[in-house]
């Protein structure tokens, strides 16, 4: 059950259950001041005890639907129904509405929502041949003449049942509409989340692991040194996944005053004593100012830099100020991950951005801003929940509207033709009500609001409730004759239902008023002041009920809006969690027979940076993780864009480097690049003096080959890895390194 049918079966008990007390209490109260019971003594006794289990029972169901006191309920309507022999009236009219009729009804009318099919049907026939027993009891000459309308309680309790099943359906229909919405926000969600962190992995590992991998293999770093030591340690934290960023808000200043103190770097701070901001946001800033310093370590030539921190509105600035030699950002090669794969596209993530100003000689800025995050909004479904509720309902009037007029109300009018002045009149009334009907019926269907035309089909209502009030003979007034009484509240109550409850209600009562006017003035009636009221109160509260339903219904969207978004943001989030865990198990996975090693031998110094070998293994790993950062399947020619990526860095290095591609090569895998890159990134990470790279391409194959200086001993001997064939020659001093993959045949 979703979120929008649960308020609604909760709304909907509080509501029926309320309205049940509420209409007893002015129907037994009006009688007990309007008419002269039998048994006053006993009639206000019952009265009392009524409504005090009235009120008991309606703040009970209120909160818990018990079955309990349902079942007791039950016994309690029939015994008050056995009572009317000392609740009636001393005159009563065989064709009047008592109070107890009324308490009946409106318990038959609420239990819908309390019980089930079975249970109700079972509840009303109870009920009713309780009713018509007392009824005989008290009137044993006439019962017979008013037991068609009090059997007419089994059609009421079908309407109610009716009206109950197709707002829940409504209810069902928009929680099936916002599970839909919600499965693909999942699944982008999902999605979206694993993009993210896949990105957020690779500038953690831009940030750390391959920064401090890049310095070892370039020499920066010539012996062993307590914050190299202490940095690999927190890289390998990182990799390892116990650095994750925790939902809440932080201090950005302290979190910076860690960061500053694991470079090497001299370092001033401007910035206030405390500065708390969410703490994604506070993570994005300090990784993207560790990147900053761990370029100036890289490349500035300096030993200082200055970090400035400040809030401007909504928005978080941290600047990063070096003098020295700079660079110019327009020569950056789109192949370079650093500038913008980890520190631009790190702060666009965030929705806030990074600008790099430097020119040579003049030094680095690095400007990066983060706006707050704001909450998300959840309209778009209060929209569909509003909407679906609103059609339920005026779904349930329609159908109740269609039955009363052609089951209860034509029949009437066909058996009482002698009974009016000008039958024609009541055939136009009927056939009036029938088409206003008919017309909401069918913009239903076209799911198009009748709009516009509301007022001028509510004026037509209003002209044929009074023609069918006036051509009724007066002694048949509010009687059974009189069928448009009430059948055009119901009508007026279907035009009105997405209106504001002052409109709706002022013009229903309106429509009563006109109508017991004209009854005022012809001067007689069928029934009884008092049976008249209890009536009157019967059917009116009901279409009231329909219209405060309807006004709360709208507010109850935006709740269960809110509810249904809690909910779906908390499954997204599970789903997101357990991707994400086996997304970085995985990665680890990849990293853990070659990238950890080194670094934990050299935070644990075990490794000493300044050995030849040590340095190597540093170069190669900061090489393959350069191809990572270069992986884009969006590039027109992503085998080319890692080659060129791992080609500058090594230029970077110090080497020469001829590259050359020709042919026509197929769509390659990401599994199958990383398998053809692999020798060659290996090969130019320990090169030295000029290689030479080549890529090659023939339709259906292609083949990646490089020429270099042998830097060290290696097996010519031939390597297949799946698919990928590789064939290394060492000749001369020179080494030749093919990698070769075809199409599968």
């Keep these: 059950m979703g979120s929008a049918e649960r308020g609604l079966v909760r709304l909907g008990l509080r509501y029926a ?164 919405g919600e499965r693909v926000r999942r699944r982008s969600a999902v999605a979206e989340a694993r993009r993210t962190d896949e990105r957020e992995h690779l500038a953690a590992l831009h940030d750390t692991a391959s920064a401090t991998l890049l310095m070892v293999g370039a020499g920066v770093v010539a012996e062993r040194q307590i914050w190299l030591a202490e940095q690999a340690k927190r890289d390998l934290e990182v990799l390892r996944g116990r650095s994750e960023v925790s939902d809440g808000e932080v201090d950005l200043v302290g979190m910076l005053r860690e960061t500053i103190t694991r470079t090497p770097l001299r370092v001033r701070l401007t910035a206030p004593d405390e500065l708390v901001v969410p703490a994604v946001e506070a993570a994005a800033l300090c990784h993207g100012t560790r990147e900053a310093l761990t370029n100036v370590v890289r490349h500035a030539g300096v030993d200082r830099a200055d970090v400035a921190v400040a809030q401007h509105g909504d928005s978080v600035v941290v600047e990063v100020v070096d003098s020295g030699r ?84 034509l029949p009437k009018l066909l058996a009482n033709l002698d009974g009016y002045r000008f039958a024609p009149t009541q055939f136009l009334a009927f056939a009036g009500f029938l088409a206003v009907t008919l017309v909401v019926l069918v913009s239903l269907r076209r799911q198009r609001p009748i ?84 009536a009157t109160v019967l059917i009116l509260s009901y279409q009231t009920a329909m219209g405060l339903i309807a006004a709360v219904l709208r507010a109850l969207a935006v709740s269960s809006a809110r509810a249904a978004r809690e909910e779906e943001q908390l499954r997204t989030a599970e789903e997101v969690a357990r991707q994400l865990h086996q997304d970085r198990k995985n990665r680890y996975a990849d990293l853990e027979g070659t990238t950890v090693p080194l670094l934990d031998g050299l935070g644990a110094g075990a490794l000493d940076p300044g050995d030849v070998s040590v340095r190597r293994r540093c170069s190669v ?47 390659i895998p990401k599994d199958v690049r990383r398998k053809l890159t692999e020798p060659a990134v290996t090969a130019l990470a320990t090169a030295t003096g000029t290689v030479r790279v080549t890529v090659a391409g023939s339709g259906d194959a292609v083949t990646v080959s490089l020429v270099a200086a042998a830097v060290e001993p290696v097996l010519a001997e031939p390597r297949s890895d799946g698919d990928v064939v590789t064939t290394t020659v060492v000749d001369g001093g020179r080494i030749w390194i093919e990698a070769k993959w075809s199409l599968p045949t």
């Design 621 to 667: 790993e900061a090489a393959k993780m350069r191809r990572l950062f270069a992986e884009d399947a969006s590039t027109p020619d992503p085998l080319l864009h890692e080659l060129r990526a791992c080609i500058e860095l090594a230029e970077r290095q110090g080497v020469s480097v001829r590259f050359a591609e020709y042919g026509k090569r197929p769509a």
């Design 326 to 409: 700079g660079f110019d950002p327009g020569r950056i090669s789109g192949h370079r991950y650093g500038v913008t794969g980890s520190l631009v596209e790190r702060m666009r993530r965030t929705g806030g951005s990074a600008q790099v100003i430097s020119s040579p000689g003049d030094g680095t800025r690095v400007r990066m801003t983060c706006p707050l995050r704001a909450a998300e909004d959840a309209g778009g479904d209060a929209e569909i929940i509003a909407t679906k509720f609103q059609q339920g309902m005026q779904w349930a009037v329609v159908v109740m509207n269609l039955v009363i007029l052609c089951l209860l109300d």
């Design 451 to 534: 709009g516009r035309w509301r007022w001028p089909l509510l004026a037509l209502v209003f002209a044929l409730s009074a023609a069918g009030t006036a051509s009724v003979q007066p002694e048949h007034l509010l009687g059974f004759a009189h069928w448009s009484e009430g059948d055009a509240g119901w009508t007026v109550a279907l035009l009105l239902l997405d209106c504001r409850i002052p409109t709706f209600t002022l013009t229903l009562v309106a429509q009563y008023v006109m109508t017991f006017v004209q009854v005022g003035l012809a001067g007689n009636a069928a029934t009884s002041f008092s049976d008249a009221v209890n």
């Design 17 to 180: 259950v309320w309205l049940r007390f509420v209409v007893i209490a002015v129907a037994s109260g009006a009688s007990l001041v309007l008419e002269n019971e039998r048994k006053p003594g006993w009639a206000i006794f019952i009265v009392l005890a009524l409504n005090a289990w009235n009120a008991w029972y309606a703040a009970r169901m209120s909160r818990s639907a018990a079955r309990c006191p349902v079942a007791v309920d039950v016994l309690v309507m029939c015994a008050i129904c056995l009572t009317q022999v000392w609740t009636t009236p001393t005159a009563p009219s065989p064709e009047g509405t008592s109070w107890v009729r009324v308490a009946a009804a409106i318990t038959v009318v609420a239990y819908p929502w309390q019980l089930g099919a079975g249970a109700l049907g079972a509840a009303t026939a109870v009920i009713t041949a309780a009713h018509l027993a007392g009824t005989a009891l008290s009137l044993p000459e006439h019962w017979l003449t008013a037991a068609p309308i009090h059997l007419w309680m089994f059609m009421e309790a079908g309407l109610s049942w009716g009206l109950y099943l197709l707002v829940r359906r409504g209810a069902r229909t928009a929680d099936q509409i916002v599970a839909r």
